[in-house]
């Protein structure tokens, strides 16, 4: 069943990155007012990247949990047997920005591990129920990544 389903979204790929692109830059122009929110969809962040061999920076609109002061992403990529190109840059360069809504917010990404991916994983899935149906369609786990909030000092470093 994965395989066929891939042989059918693989094509879109292209057509969905254009989409995200748009997403994204109605989302900054606006300050969050359109594109944080849609229709069933939970919230939506943009997250700023550098490329991991590029350099070049990227925005990707993404869904988003909360854990407190920290969010929480998960690299699904809809199940895609890769992970997302958006999670390589963001291991490489885990210093980074979000914009939540209006907000711009410093972050560290890290990855979860153990039981706090667990627990995580057990959130993110209250908040989009097809998560469970993206890690079904994938051998490779699916990563948990958390975005904490950077001191100024943090930021001056």
């Not at 900054?28 to 490329?51: A, K, Y």
């Not at 997302?84 to 990404?109: C, K």
């Not at 993206?134 to 948990?144: L, M, N």
Request: proline content about 7%; aromatic content about 8%.
């Amino acid at each position: 069943m994965a395989r066929d389903y891939w042989r059918i979204v693989d094509p879109i790929w292209p057509a969905l990155s254009r989409l995200m692109y748009a997403h994204a830059a109605i989302y900054r122009l606006t300050g969050g007012r359109i594109g944080q929110r849609m229709r069933f969809l939970p919230q939506v962040l943009l997250l700023e990247n550098v490329g991991a061999k590029s350099g070049a920076k990227r925005t990707t609109p993404l869904l988003y949990a909360v854990d407190g002061e920290k969010l929480v992403l998960v690299a699904s990529k809809g199940g895609y047997p890769k992970n997302p190109a958006w999670f390589h840059n963001l291991m490489a360069h885990p210093d980074t920005m979000v914009q939540v809504g209006s907000e711009q917010r410093n972050v560290h990404a890290r990855l979860a591990r153990g039981e706090e991916r667990e627990r995580l994983w057990s959130l993110a899935v209250a908040v989009y129920p097809t998560y469970k149906a993206y890690q079904r369609r994938t051998s490779r786990e699916i990563p948990i990544v958390v975005l904490e909030p950077r001191t100024p000092e943090e930021r001056a470093a």
